[in-house]
């Protein structure tokens, strides 16, 4: 049995695989990184920190077609994070307020929600694909 020690006491949010069933995401409470737990290779856990120390992450999910996650935060931004070639594509403008929810489709396509009442839709290389939608009540459970 593998385990592993989280490098801090915050309250595990949510735990996302990626596509290919490799590495757990962990979403802990007020971080502003997220762990993520390469459990079958190496069996080490990295932390993907978001670029500003100020945002807290809120929000994460794998695509269930590409090599990528997102990551939200409290300040409406996005990351999205390509596990291939470990490169971080930070992206602002899409919420005003903290990303809350969100999934993906089988077409790699990104829908987020955020405390803003706002709805976006993305790809999996972080481009807007379509006009925000603003709706009446916080978006939950997408």
């Not at 409470?29 to 978001?50: C, H, I, P, R, Y």
């Given at each position: 049995m593998?385990?592993?020690?989280?490098t801090n006491?915050?309250?595990v949010?949510?735990?996302e695989?990626?596509?290919?069933n490799?590495?757990?995401?962990?979403?802990?409470?007020?971080?502003?990184?997220?762990?993520?737990?390469?459990v079958?290779?190496s069996?080490?856990?990295?932390?993907l920190e978001?670029?500003s120390?100020?945002a807290?992450s809120?929000?994460?999910?794998?695509?269930k077609?590409?090599p990528v996650?997102?990551?939200?935060?409290d300040?409406?931004?996005?990351?999205?994070y390509?596990?291939?070639?470990q490169?971080k594509?930070?992206?602002?403008?899409?919420?005003?307020?903290?990303?809350i929810?969100?999934?993906?489709?089988?077409?790699?396509l990104?829908?987020t929600g955020?405390?803003?009442?706002?709805?976006?839709?993305?790809?999996?290389?972080?481009d807007?694909?379509?006009?925000s939608?603003?709706?009446?009540?916080e978006?939950r459970?997408?």
């Amino acid at each position: 049995m593998k385990e592993i020690q989280l490098t801090n006491k915050g309250k595990v949010l949510s735990l996302e695989w990626d596509k290919d069933n490799e590495i757990i995401c962990i979403l802990q409470e007020d971080l502003a990184f997220v762990s993520l737990w390469n459990v079958f290779g190496s069996a080490s856990l990295t932390l993907l920190e978001l670029d500003s120390a100020k945002a807290k992450s809120s929000f994460a999910k794998w695509s269930k077609t590409h090599p990528v996650l997102v990551v939200g935060t409290d300040k409406g931004a996005l990351i999205f994070y390509n596990k291939k070639n470990q490169k971080k594509i930070p992206t602002v403008g899409k919420h005003a307020k903290k990303v809350i929810t969100g999934d993906w489709n089988k077409e790699g396509l990104l829908i987020t929600g955020g405390e803003d009442k706002i709805l976006t839709v993305s790809n999996f290389n972080s481009d807007t694909m379509a006009d925000s939608v603003s709706v009446k009540m916080e978006p939950r459970n997408i």
